[in-house]
């Protein structure tokens, strides 16, 4: 189905209003693409205003709402913190990619478990999960689709799938920036977990597990990875 992806149309950005002082307006010459996934709810408020009241210029320039639609933090050209891997030359020449997601979830099963709270003087909570309910990392019960790994991903067997419409988005986004800044597309295999070539600057796409191992963005969902394999050869 993904054979006839095409580079993104400009007209389906949709501008996010961001303040200008909360990334920073450089240029640098791009040669990745990083790919991530939020830890929120249904559409991307959420994730925008935590970059907002956060202290540092942390963000990406693009985040993909679960319908597909992209909707631009800042210019693709410019650039803020994402990455987190204690060198900014790795955020200034990669572009950053959002997928609206719940991350990985925990199955419930009748036992107390550790939740992460939002407020920061008392960060974790415990809650009595009730049987085969998902249950986010804030603790919340969400009823959207799962994707399972029976040997785990990054500790985790649950997480909410990438929706189609995100996938395609995505491929979209990478036809695009091919055009624009010649960032090859050759599928990485290595890519799911952490990568010296990736830290090294070697040109294409990748994760943010390629940076951190203790992070779960992007998880190596099966349509996710065909439709990176299909784009290479577009």
Same mark, same amino acid.
């Given at each position: 189905?993904?054979?006839?992806?095409?580079?993104?149309?400009?007209?389906?950005?949709?501008?996010?209003?961001?303040?200008? *002082?909360?990334?920073?307006?450089?240029?640098?010459?791009?040669?990745?693409?990083?790919?991530?996934? *939020?830890?929120?709810?249904?559409?991307?408020?959420?994730?925008?205003?935590?970059?907002?009241?956060?202290?540092?210029?942390?963000? *990406?320039?693009?985040?993909?709402?679960?319908?597909?639609?992209?909707?631009?933090?800042?210019?693709?050209?410019?650039?803020?913190?994402?990455?987190?891997?204690?060198?900014?030359? #790795?955020?200034?020449?990669?572009?950053?990619?959002?997928?609206?997601?719940?991350?990985?979830?925990?199955?419930?099963?009748?036992?107390?478990? =550790?939740?992460?709270?939002?407020?920061?003087?008392?960060?974790?909570?415990?809650?009595?999960?009730?049987?085969?309910?998902?249950?986010?990392?804030?603790?919340?019960?969400?009823?959207?689709?799962?994707?399972?790994?029976?040997?785990?991903?990054?500790?985790?067997?649950?997480?909410?799938?990438?929706?189609?419409? #995100?996938?395609? *988005?995505?491929?979209?986004?990478?036809?695009?920036?091919?055009?624009?800044?010649?960032?090859?597309?050759?599928?990485?295999?290595?890519?799911?977990?952490?990568?010296?070539?990736?830290?090294?600057?070697?040109?294409?796409?990748?994760?943010?597990?390629?940076?951190?191992?203790?992070? =779960?963005?992007?998880?190596?969902?099966?349509?996710?990875?065909?439709?990176?394999?299909?784009? #290479?050869?577009?």
């Amino acid at each position: 189905m993904w054979e006839n992806l095409k580079p993104l149309e400009l007209s389906k950005i949709v501008i996010y209003p961001f303040p200008e *002082t909360k990334y920073f307006k450089e240029e640098f010459p791009k040669t990745q693409v990083v790919l991530h996934h *939020t830890v929120s709810g249904p559409n991307v408020d959420g994730d925008v205003d935590t970059w907002v009241k956060g202290k540092y210029n942390v963000g *990406t320039a693009i985040i993909i709402a679960r319908d597909g639609t992209p909707y631009q933090i800042f210019s693709s050209k410019y650039w803020a913190y994402h990455l987190g891997a204690g060198d900014h030359n #790795q955020d200034r020449r990669s572009i950053g990619i959002e997928i609206d997601n719940w991350g990985w979830l925990t199955l419930g099963n009748g036992s107390l478990k =550790t939740f992460r709270h939002k407020n920061r003087i008392f960060p974790w909570r415990f809650k009595t999960t009730s049987p085969n309910k998902y249950y986010t990392y804030y603790g919340n019960v969400v009823n959207v689709p799962i994707q399972y790994y029976p040997n785990g991903f990054r500790g985790y067997q649950y997480y909410e799938k990438y929706t189609n419409a #995100q996938i395609q *988005t995505v491929g979209e986004l990478l036809l695009l920036w091919k055009m624009k800044y010649s960032i090859p597309l050759k599928y990485n295999d290595t890519m799911w977990d952490i990568s010296q070539k990736a830290m090294d600057g070697t040109p294409g796409i990748w994760t943010h597990d390629s940076f951190r191992k203790d992070k =779960t963005d992007c998880h190596p969902q099966p349509e996710l990875i065909d439709m990176l394999k299909i784009i #290479q050869n577009l």
